[in-house]
């Protein structure tokens, strides 16, 4: 497998141990957390203070760490200046080349930030390469292949360089934009990189940032592909369908990795396109997010088009109102952005996969990250949905595992106005880090912590 420059590297063993090991040679070992489950039905916010050692008097400033969905650009942009300095997050995904970042903009000349493109593209090159191997395009035969061709002999890293293995009878082990993707018979890559990111003074993440490599060792179970072939295969055309958000509140998450779909095919197209096939077609649609039926209506709208494959969603969430719809209809799914866990073992007639790592690796970084800073009680608020419920059980399993305590757990309702009462509760509970798993309202959270003396950078 190719490595990654990083400080750490990861080690899952199944879904319920991980071993972190640093530079210094020093490990964690990190088990299973219990559960406190969700708030009761009607608590717009519901949270526990844990007893423990009485702390020394807390000081206005506590650091605050982020997750994918809130590390970004748009975060500061309605925060005051230099609120950000010095916060980090976490976003799955391998070092992307100036080289790439520079085609991408060939695509997309407005794009902003680049989360998730190198995913896309990946998701894109592999159900090509899936379909040349197959000779193909029926989401069954494409799914038999994703596998061989991520674990194979022969490294490569271009589509024409790959194709041409291909055509030669060679079995190829694809290592793409981000990273080596090593699938397992579970639909999930066996290896994956995370970035550590850092806000700079202008609320703007910086350019330096620092990759973990993880690698994630499936219990071997594989799991049986056994759907219907999908209508419109075998007509000469491979058409992908991207389903990605152009609306609602991970809006901004849809042109990375729209350019990333995009540049795929183009280099489809400079190697000859896909053998066996007349053309290459997009389809473009919108998934939105949970808060409307847009996915939904996106996807009745696209499967008559007649897809044979469907990049996307960026949300679990968005992927899980839809993918029944998807896979029963024989269409391959291939997310760039789902991390939720229990999409490994989904039932899913074995057409769902995903080239980002799960919640469980990404969770272990920002913990071990977390205490590894030397923050040994920490509050955790999160988004009461599925990708927050997730995280939030997959960080707290490595900030005890590396001996801190999470003395405050909070979970929200996305669509809460007043986060008043739950920063009291953080604030009542005197935690030297916090770790914020939000999207679009993380600003007001944030606002909410700085007013009662406890955000980031909030003394002056």
Not at 83 to 100: C, D, M, N, R
Not at 197 to 211: H, M, R
Request: charged residues 20%; contains cysteine; aromatic residues 4%.
């Amino acid at each position: 497998m190719r490595r990654m420059r990083g400080v750490r590297r990861a080690v899952l063993c199944g879904a319920a141990s991980l071993v972190l090991v640093a530079c210094s040679g020093t490990s964690a070992s990190v088990t299973q957390p219990r559960s406190s489950g969700p708030p009761a039905v009607g608590d717009e916010l519901a949270g526990e203070a844990v007893a423990g050692p009485t702390p020394e008097p807390m000081t206005a400033g506590v650091p605050l760490y982020l997750v994918d969905t809130n590390t970004n650009n748009v975060l500061g942009e309605s925060l005051p200046v230099g609120l950000l300095t010095g916060v980090k997050g976490t976003i799955p995904g391998a070092e992307i080349s100036q080289q790439f970042k520079e085609r991408l903009l060939t695509v997309d000349p407005d794009l902003q930030a680049y989360s998730y493109a190198a995913e896309a593209y990946d998701a894109v090159i592999l159900a090509a390469l899936g379909a040349a191997t197959a000779q193909s395009d029926a989401g069954i035969d494409v799914a038999r292949q994703l596998v061989p061709i991520t674990n194979g002999e022969q490294g490569c890293s271009d589509y024409a360089d790959c194709l041409a293995l291909i055509q030669d009878g060679v079995a190829i082990d694809y290592n793409g934009r981000s990273g080596a993707v090593n699938f397992s018979p579970a639909g999930d890559p066996t290896s994956a990189t995370i970035g550590i990111y850092e806000f700079g003074p202008d609320n703007t993440l910086l350019p330096d940032v620092t990759y973990q490599e993880g690698e994630i060792l499936p219990e071997g179970k594989s799991r049986a592909i056994d759907a219907v072939v999908q209508k419109g295969a075998g007509d000469g055309v491979f058409r992908i369908a991207s389903f990605l958000p152009a609306s609602g509140g991970l809006a901004f998450l849809g042109p990375p990795e729209t350019a990333g779909i995009k540049l795929a095919i183009a280099d489809i197209e400079a190697a000859g396109g896909i053998p066996g096939f007349d053309a290459v077609e997009l389809i473009e649609g919108d998934s939105g997010d949970t808060s409307t039926d847009t996915g939904r209506q996106t996807v009745k709208a696209l499967l008559p088009l007649k897809p044979d494959v469907l990049i996307g969603a960026a949300s679990s969430s968005s992927t899980l109102s839809v993918l029944d719809q998807v896979t029963n209809a024989g269409v391959l799914m291939i997310s760039p952005a789902n991390t939720l866990p229990s999409l490994t073992t989904v039932r899913d007639h074995g057409l769902f996969w995903r080239t980002a790592p799960s919640d469980v690796l990404e969770g272990a970084f920002l913990g071990s990250l977390v205490t590894g800073e030397g923050h040994r009680r920490v509050a955790i608020i999160s988004r009461r949905d599925t990708y927050g419920e997730s995280l939030r059980a997959n960080v707290t399993r490595a900030i005890t595992s590396g001996g801190g305590q999470v003395v405050a757990g909070i979970e929200y309702d996305p669509a809460a106005q007043d986060f008043a009462a739950a920063a009291a509760t953080i604030k009542a509970a005197r935690p030297d880090a916090i770790v914020l798993i939000g999207a679009y309202e993380s600003s007001q959270i944030i606002t909410e912590l700085v007013k009662q003396g406890i955000g980031p950078n909030s003394a002056g």
